[in-house]
């Protein structure tokens, strides 16, 4: 009768233990990734913020502490993606006796939304990862721009992710109708949204998104409104928020950090500090996601080899004159192909001199070894 009610009382604990790692967005890919490290004394924490050299947790027993990588962790880092960002599953070990852990491993992700850093070195950022839904928030103010949100769409595409787009401060938009229209024309198949923030107009949309167990990230420029959105969401001001110039709409990065907020039934937050510089990274298949119609066009040149410019039977050509495709569009997937191409080649550049390095180093060590023998 002991046993019984001790095994049952244990099965009862694994049951919470599993509703809580769930509700925290916890599944079968994340338990088969972990399943190694299960009888060697670790547990599984997701971030929930990051700082400069830390990072907060929080743990299957819902505890928040504060973590750093372990020294080995560090050490064997090829490189800034290998580091663990908001949103990731870690492998970690509790110190005793005070709110800290040591992170050991990023378990494998299954979404990552990246970009190019904004600098002249060709390194990849991952601003979030494992995220299920990627909300596009634009301002239908000055912030409003379309090859900016085909842009963000590109990336959301290649991330993983499911793309929504939110259009946000629809108090200060006057054609609406148009605007709609407009935003369709480049956002195809995604769904679009018009909402007020203020009045929280138009926030039934999230009803049909919110679910227990997902992530849900938030991406836009400052001042777009998306710290509002969350506070609105949380029913509180968990995020700080700031006006807009008047002139521009530009914001202040008022979001400084990202952080990841816990919404119980209805799933997990991220937000992200607005991006002013938004460069690609490995987005080839979030291109064509992105310009699918321009794709279809491409498939129905009349030869293989079409340059779509002056060839005959060239459906690229041929839509432009007619007005199927908008040129600017055209001009824009260009513009972003161009881009994937050089980043590409500048990518393949650093590997090689990397290789190059490695191969330095390892033919010295070798030396070393051989000139110790000798002697």
Request: proline content about 2%.
């Amino acid at each position: 009768m002991y046993i019984k009610f001790k095994l049952e009382k244990k099965k009862k604990e694994n049951s919470v233990v599993m509703n809580l790692l769930e509700s925290l967005g916890w599944d079968s890919f994340f338990e088969s990734n972990f399943h190694p490290y299960k009888s060697q004394d670790f547990e599984p924490a997701r971030i929930i913020a990051e700082y400069r050299d830390l990072y907060k947790v929080i743990t299957m027993d819902s505890l928040e502490l504060i973590a750093e990588v372990s020294g080995k962790f560090e050490y064997t880092a090829a490189e800034r993606g290998d580091f663990p960002v908001t949103g990731d599953w870690v492998v970690i070990r509790k110190l005793q006796n005070n709110n800290k852990a040591i992170i050991y491993h990023v378990l494998e992700r299954k979404s990552k939304f990246s970009r190019k850093i904004p600098t002249a070195k060709t390194e990849e950022q991952i601003v979030s990862a494992n995220i299920d839904i990627a909300f596009i928030v634009q301002g239908l103010d000055h912030n409003y721009n379309l090859r900016r949100l085909e842009r963000y769409l590109v990336m959301a595409w290649e991330s993983g992710a499911k793309p929504v787009i939110l259009l946000n401060k629809a108090d200060l938009c006057e054609d609406i109708e148009d605007v709609l229209l407009e935003v369709s024309s480049v956002a195809l198949d995604t769904p679009v949204y018009i909402i007020d923030s203020f009045s929280q107009a138009g926030y039934e949309c999230f009803s049909k998104y919110l679910e227990a167990g997902k992530t849900f990230v938030f991406l836009g420029s400052s001042g777009v409104g998306k710290s509002t959105i969350i506070n609105n969401l949380m029913g509180k001001n968990v995020q700080k928020t700031n006006s807009v110039r008047e002139n521009d709409s530009r914001g202040r990065h008022t979001t400084t950090n990202k952080q990841l907020f816990l919404l119980g039934e209805r799933g997990i937050l991220i937000d992200t500090p607005g991006m002013r510089e938004l460069q690609l990274w490995n987005s080839e298949t979030g291109l064509k996601e992105t310009f699918l119609d321009v794709e279809e066009l491409l498939k129905s040149c009349r030869f293989k080899n079409c340059s779509h410019e002056a060839e005959p039977g060239c459906a690229v050509q041929e839509a432009l004159e007619n007005g199927s495709l908008d040129p600017i569009r055209y001009e824009h997937y260009q513009k972003l192909q161009k881009e994937i191409k050089y980043l590409e080649s500048r990518q393949d550049e650093s590997l090689a001199l990397q290789r190059k390095w490695d191969e330095k180093k390892f033919h010295k060590k070798i030396r070393k070894v051989i000139q110790h023998k000798r002697i």
